[in-house]
């Protein structure tokens, strides 16, 4: 099937909003993109006219955005371009909606921190063990300490060999 797919950089504009619904959630915001351009006459960084966007979200990726956004927040959005026409007072209007596939924040304005969801242990037929005992491996959902600046004096350094180069075969 043919279908638009876009990248925009941008900042949202409106809260995101967050609806449960019988498939899963649905969350949908409007998102602002501004071109700047240099302006080689004033020498000055000048923006461009701005336009906006209806980003929508569905299912997991609805719930995390609600948890994760918030208005004015720098982000680049990934999905599929749709451009509608609706007539409202009489006259001809058109939107442009993009139902995202990926969302995230825009590292060259600022930084995130990541934090993986934990997911529901998937259901095992009654009578059965799940595939892996508690304790076996690591946990793909478990977020490692999260390390800071201003932690670092306080936590345990492993000093010996710090320095030196590990050999890679």
């Avoid at 948890?67 to 999905?79: Q, R, T």
Wanted: aromatic residues 6%; proline residues 5%; neutral net charge.
């Amino acid at each position: 099937m043919n279908e638009t797919l876009v990248t925009l950089v941008g900042n949202t504009a409106t809260a995101v909003e967050f609806r449960e619904t019988a498939t899963g959630g649905m969350a949908r915001f409007r998102f602002a993109v501004t071109p700047r351009r240099w302006d080689r006459e004033k020498q000055l960084w000048a923006d461009g006219r701005t336009s906006f966007y209806t980003v929508w979200a569905w299912r997991t990726l609805a719930a995390h955005l609600a948890g994760s956004v918030s208005v004015g927040e720098p982000l680049v959005v990934h999905g599929r371009l749709k451009v509608r026409e609706e007539e409202q007072d009489g006259q001809r209007r058109s939107f442009v909606d993009v139902e995202a596939i990926a969302i995230g924040h825009d590292l060259s304005r600022g930084t995130a921190a990541f934090r993986r969801a934990v997911r529901a242990e998937p259901r095992t037929p009654a009578g059965t063990e799940p595939c892996t005992a508690a304790g076996e491996g690591p946990e793909l959902t478990e977020r490692p300490e999260q390390v800071t600046d201003g932690d670092r004096g306080r936590l345990p350094v492993d000093r010996k060999g710090a320095g030196e180069m590990a050999a890679v075969s």
